[in-house]
């Protein structure tokens, strides 16, 4: 599969299908595991984009992970300039939420924004459930599924497979998320393509009313309740993949 070898590390990346380029932004230390609830239903209809942030899964670092959101942001032009894709639709949930945001800032591809579990300002990140987040274990899914999604001891353990082979080693992990904690987006006015905005109701690790600020923030936003925690969007995938995929093609009619 494809790698783009820059200076300090090589990205790994995958595209399948044909058709518009979606690009999926991991949250933090997740691999594209975390992908796969949204992958199947857009990929067909949609050439569909993922990779490791730096540190993560197959893309090697070789000096420490930075924790600058500029420099993954650059990582993501760096991706989509090696694989030729001119225009780009972003789904990004968590930190990827906020590098979909600064690179929407400082790059020209993007054709449309979709936003999870996402602020304007890292300060609106529970340190605590994220902290809770990076342990291993059944307890670090607790901020991102209902009780009634965790009893399904079966399913649970393939996650924290995936986990154990694709997330960002400890040190990449902390710097991912000191990278989102310290990201503000000083002038979402700037941000003018269409952008829906998700978000699980009773998340612990970014309050919904911080996604409803995101949504008003953005010229065109639009936000849309999930019930669920943080990883809403995988605990009612159907009704995501649905939200999606419309919004997508209503962008693509415009």
Not at 43 to 62: A, I, K, M
Not at 220 to 248: M, P, Q, T, W, Y
């Amino acid at each position: 599969m494809p790698v783009v070898s820059i200076e300090d590390c090589s990205l790994y990346y995958e595209a399948h299908g044909s058709g518009p380029t979606v690009v999926f932004l991991n949250d933090v230390g997740y691999g594209a595991w975390l992908w796969g609830w949204q992958h199947p239903a857009l990929c067909g209809p949609f050439e569909t984009l993922v990779f490791d942030p730096r540190g993560t899964g197959r893309s090697v670092v070789e000096n420490g992970v930075t924790d600058d959101i500029d420099v993954f942001a650059r990582d993501v032009e760096r991706v989509l300039s090696a694989h030729g894709v001119r225009r780009v639709h972003l789904v990004g949930t968590g930190f990827g939420g906020t590098v979909a945001l600064a690179y929407a800032h400082q790059y020209d591809r993007v054709r449309s924004l979709t936003l999870m579990g996402t602020a304007l300002d890292g300060g609106r990140v529970s340190t605590d459930a994220l902290e809770l987040m990076g342990d291993t274990g059944r307890s670090s899914l607790e901020p991102c599924f209902s009780e009634a999604f965790l009893e399904h001891a079966e399913f649970i353990e393939r996650i924290q497979a995936w986990r154990e082979k694709e997330d960002a080693d400890p040190a990449a992990w902390q710097a991912q998320a000191e990278a989102w904690c310290g990201f503000s987006c000083d002038a979402p006015y700037e941000i003018t393509v269409p952008a829906l905005v998700l978000h699980g109701v009773e998340d612990p690790v970014v309050p919904v009313e911080a996604s409803r600020e995101l949504a008003d923030g953005l010229p065109n936003g639009r936000f849309v309740e999930l019930a669920g925690k943080h990883l809403a969007f995988i605990e009612s995938s159907k009704h995501v993949n649905d939200e999606i995929i419309g919004f997508l093609e209503g962008v693509r009619e415009e």
